[in-house]
C-alpha cells in the first residue's frame, strides 16, 4: 500500500491545474505586459485568475498580489506594515512563538533594525488567546501576524476574534494563512483581515506560487523592484500558466470544503483515536479546533527519524518535528512552543492527510505506526530505563 | 537519491547484535536524549577478545545504522583492536553518512571506547 500522508508539506496538482497550467504554456505563453493580441490574451488570463481567487476569500481583484508563494507573501506583509509602522513611529509587533520561520525569521531581522516583538504564548493546546493579544497591543504597535492555521499541529486560530481586537485598536492583522486556504472557509472582510498570505501547492496548486491580499489602502513595500508588473508593488513577467493553475487549484478545492471536510474529520479522528492506543503517546494541539487533515503525536522512547524511514518501507509518506529531520540540533520550535521537552518532541509524528484517504488506509497507518514504534521501543535503551523505572514518563 | 547509502539503510533495518547482554563485563552509555540520540553497548570480553557484543539504540536512522556496524567491526576481534576503533572507519564501512549525520559514527566510537573503559575499571586491566 503506498499513502501519501504529507500534504501540509505539499500536495499533489489536480488534474485540472495541470490542464490548465500545460494548456496555457503551449497556448497563451505571451507576455501580458505586450500589447498585440497575444500578449494581451495571457493579461487576460492574468486578470481573470485575480478575480477568481479574490472571490474565494471575499476580497477584491485589484487587493491580489501574486507572489512566489507563501514565504514571499509572508516577507512582504511583513515588510511593508513595518515600513508604515515606522513611518508612525510605531515600531512593536505582535506574533506567535510557533509561526512559521518565513515569518519568524522575517521578525528577527526586524528586530536588528530596531523593532521591537512580543512573541505571544500558544498554550499546551497550540491556541492563542484573543484576550492576549489584547492586552499585548500597545500604542507603538503597528502589526499583529498570527498563523491562521499551524503547518505543524495544524490548530486553527480565533483569527475574526483576533481580526476584531486588531480593527479596534487600529493596528494591522496580518494571518499566514499557508495551510488554511482552501481547506476552511476565509472570508478577509467577515474574518477582520487586513494582510493574508497563501501559497498554492499546499492546495494541489503548483509550486511557486502564491499570493498575498492586501486589504485596499495598504501600501505595499516593494521586495523585487524592477517593472510595473502588479500594480509596480511586484517587479517581474508573471508567471501566468502558474497562476492560472492556482486560481483553478483553489477553485476546485474550495468547492469541496464541505464535503473534504466532512470526510477528512472523519478519518482523522479515526486516525487519532487509533493512535492514542499506544501507551504513553500523546497527541499535539487541540483536538477540535485543528486542520481536518492534520494528526500529530509524540511518542514516547523514540526517535521520529527512524520512525519515518521505517513508516516509509511500509509505503507512508509521512513527516516529524524530529532533530535529525530538521538538520539542526533541537526538534521543531512548535513542539517547544506547545511545551513539549525535547526528549518526547524529538519522537513526533505528523500525518497530514489527503481528501481521498480512505477508511482502509488509516486502518493501515494505525497498526503500521503501532507495530514501528513497538519495534523501535524494543531496543531503545530510552524506553529501557522508562520500563524499568530508572526514568520517568512524562507522557 | 536517497538519504542514505544502501549499507545504511541494510543496517537500519536488519540491525545486527540488537539487545542486551545479561552478564556483560563491559557497559558503555553515551549521548542523551535531548540531543535525540543515545547509544548503550554490552560487551562480553573473555581472554581479551570480545566474545559478544550487543548495543541499544535510540536515535535516526544513522544512529541506528552506525551502532549496528560497530559491533560488527569489533565481533569476536582482540580487546586491543576494539580499542582503535574509530568513527572514520564506522562510516566508511557504511559507504559514507551524509556530513551532518557523521556525529552518529562518533557517538558510535564513543559507545565503544565507554565500554571498554567499564571492562577495565571492572576488571583492573589494562588494554595495550
Known sequence: MKIYADNAATTKMSENAIHTMVSLLEDSWGNPSSLYAHGQLAKEVLEKARADVAAVIGASPDEILFTSGGSEADNQALRSAAELGKKKGKMHIISSAFEHHAILHTLERLKKEGFEVTLLDVHENGLILPEEVAAAIRDDTCLVTIMYANNEIGTIQPIREIGRICREKNVLFHTDAVQAVAHVPINVKEDNIDLLSASAHKFHGPKGVGFLYAKKGIKLTNLIEGGAQERGRRAGTENVPGIAAMAEALKETSSRMDENTAHLTKMRDKLISGLAEIPHSALNGDATHRLPSNVNFCFEGIEGESLLLLLDDKGIQASSGSACTSGSLDPSHVLLAIGRVHDVAHGSLRLSLGEDITEEQVDYIIKSVKDVVSYLRGFSPVWRDLMSGKGQFIL | ?128
Do not use: W
Open chain 2, 1 to 128: 537519491m536517497a538519504l542514505y547509502s544502501e549499507k545504511v539503510m541494510d543496517h537500519f533495518r536488519n540491525p545486527r547484535n540488537v539487545g542486551v547482554i545479561e552478564d556483560a563485563n563491559g557497559i558503555g552509555e553515551v549521548g542523551n536524549a535531548k540531543c535525540g540520540d543515545i547509544m548503550k553497548m554490552y560487551l562480553k570480553i573473555e581472554d581479551d577478545i570480545v566474545q559478544d557484543v550487543k548495543f541499544e539504540t535510540f536515535g535516526c536512522g544513522s544512529a541506528i545504522a552506525s551502532s549496528s556496524m560497530a559491533t560488527e567491526l569489533i565481533k569476536g576481534k582482540p580487546v586491543s583492536e576494539a580499542m582503535k576503533l574509530t568513527n572514520k572507519a564506522v562510516a566508511e564501512a557504511l559507504d559514507g553518512l551524509p556530513a551532518y549525520k557523521m556525529h552518529c559514527s562518533v557517538l558510535a566510537e564513543e559507545a565503544i571506547q565507554s565500554a571498554l573503559e567499564d571492562y577495565q575499571k571492572r576488571t583492573g586491566k589494562t588494554i595495550e
